[in-house]
Nanobody
Framework: VQLQASGGGLVQAGDSLRLSCTAS????????MGWFRQAPGKEREFVAS????????DYADSVQGRATISRDNAKNTVYLQMNSLKPEDTAVYLC????????????????????WGRGTLVTVSS
């Protein structure tokens, strides 16, 4: 499966942005889709995840209340709506797919995910 993230750009603090992740090849593969981000010189960190069947979503504390992950199975697309963006949200955002089915905390780790797409850069200016 090939995943492609899009929707990044340069925004100002307080702005909103919606990122998209589309699966090529016709359909999502796996049980859970996740969004991670990686800032320069930092490790990749969990942002949000969503179960493709139930729609259950989970978020990192750093984005809780400001981010919403959603999916459109018919379009093979997962979205990440980010509001009230802060300069510390600046990073490359990547989407990923997990073939595993486990408890929510399992997906906080990059190793839970099997397929990764190319990221999209989000830059938030102060």
């Amino acid at each position: 499966v090939q995943l492609q993230a899009s929707g990044g750009g340069l925004v100002q603090a307080g702005d909103s942005l919606r990122l998209s992740c589309t699966a090529s090849g016709g359909t999502f593969i796996g049980h859970v889709m996740g969004w991670f981000r990686q800032a320069p010189g930092k490790e990749r960190e969990f942002v949000a995840s969503i179960r493709l069947n139930s729609g259950r979503d989970d978020y990192a504390d750093s984005v809780q209340g400001r981010a919403t992950i959603s999916r459109d199975n018919a379009k093979n697309t997962v979205y990440l709506q980010m509001n009230s963006l802060k300069p510390e949200d600046t990073a490359v955002y990547l989407c990923a797919s997990s073939m595993s089915l486990a408890g929510p905390e399992y997906y906080f780790n990059v190793r839970a995910f099997d397929y990764w797409g190319r990221g999209t850069l989000v830059t938030v200016s102060s």
